[in-house]
């Protein structure tokens, strides 16, 4: 991803974060997503909740499950050296005649939800569901605040007291996912925590845009 890319991402999302910190962490993702050729058992990659498959939503081929083995590899990296994170998901944005949702891709720690609608009505409870539908990485530094205050609502809130929400966009700034992570405490999202999550929401870009099946021009330097 060209560093003129990166610059307007953090200038639209209105970070203060150094630009060559995030293309560094960036550049990590994907060196680990070139290495995506790891053993991962097939259930992982393609697993199953309650009666919801993400080979529903997802066609079960090789091309695609090579995508969600880079993807798979780049969270949890991001996960093992990020301290105190409840749960991380990425979800695709997907949408139909009935709207759009969100679908989990992958997760790394405690289940987060594995399909969402994405309207009004969601966009009050989840913070995914609020970055999906507006395009804006959502910072809440201290949930149980925002709770009190009615920025967000519903007892699923209650777990996660930090929760960062960052999309995952085209060049053109078309929200293709969301990148969701909860923390154990309140006041985790600081710059070094958004440095490696904007990253990596960066750097997942490209292989979301595939495995949706989008073109775009690739803008250069």
Known sequence: MPALL??????TQGLKLPADNVRAA???AQAVMNLGSASIERGILW??????RLADHVAADAANEALLRQIFMALDSAYSRTANVRSAALYAQM???NGAKL??????????EPLLDVNDDNSRVYLACRTAQSGW???ADDVPYWLDLGEIEGSRNEGGKSQLSAPVCTESGA?????HVEFNDKKQTDEVAQTEWVALALALSEPLKTLLG??????ND
């Open 214 to 219: 989008i073109e775009e021009e690739i803008q």
């Open 103 to 112: 679908v989990q891709l992958t997760r790394q720690g405690e289940m987060l």
């Open 26 to 28: 960036y550049l990590a």
């Open 6 to 11: 990166i610059k307007d991402y953090l200038q």
């Open 47 to 52: 697993p199953e909740h309650g009666g919801w």
């Open 175 to 179: 929200v293709l996912g969301v990148l």
């Open 137 to 139: 990485l959502n910072l």
């Open 95 to 97: 949408l139909s005649e």
